[in-house]
């Protein structure tokens, strides 16, 4: 037996296969992350350019807000892909007489899945509040015949 020499263990056919299969998963997961994290990337910097536009588009108003469009929809002027729109809000607390809750809505006609943008305003009312008359006249009564 001193003349023989030892057999060097080798790697089988299916030790390779599996090896290759677990790296190739490793590198499928790796992949799938990335492509993930740059999405995400991407539609952060979509929303923060968003924020930017609509901050400088409030930024315009701020010295007149009664001319503030509400109830009305448009595109910024330096981004067309960026609509916004103003809706009034009923107010959930009567106790703010002459104040108009406006919702702004930025979305991305790129990813009009969701807005991009969502922010409440409390406005002063352009007119005073409506308010109810009592009704001082008599009920209805049938006529006697």
């Given at each position: 037996m001193c003349g023989m020499r030892c057999p060097k263990r080798a790697m089988t056919l299916?030790?390779?296969?599996?090896?290759?299969?677990?790296?190739g998963s490793l590198l499928a997961a790796t992949t799938l992350a990335e492509g993930r994290f740059a999405r995400r990337?991407?539609?952060?910097?979509?929303?923060?350019h968003a924020?930017?536009?609509?901050?400088?588009?409030?930024?315009?108003?701020?010295?007149?807000?009664?001319?503030?469009?509400?109830?009305?929809?448009?595109?910024?002027?330096?981004?067309?892909?960026l609509a916004w729109r103003t809706t009034r809000v009923e107010s959930p607390d009567a106790a703010l007489p002459g104040l108009n809750i406006v919702q702004l809505t930025v979305t991305?006609?790129?990813?009009?899945?969701?807005?991009t943008v969502v922010l409440e305003?409390?406005?002063?009312a352009t007119a005073p509040p409506a308010t109810t008359q009592p009704d001082n006249s008599p009920p209805d009564s049938q006529p006697s015949s």
């Open positions: 299916i030790e390779v296969l599996a090896a290759l299969v677990l790296l990337w991407r539609d952060g910097l979509r929303r923060l924020i930017r536009m609509t901050d400088q588009w409030l930024t315009q108003w701020a010295d007149n807000w009664d001319a503030f469009p509400t109830d009305d929809e448009g595109t910024f002027a330096d981004d067309a892909d991305d006609h790129r990813d009009a899945d969701a807005p305003m409390s406005l002063a």
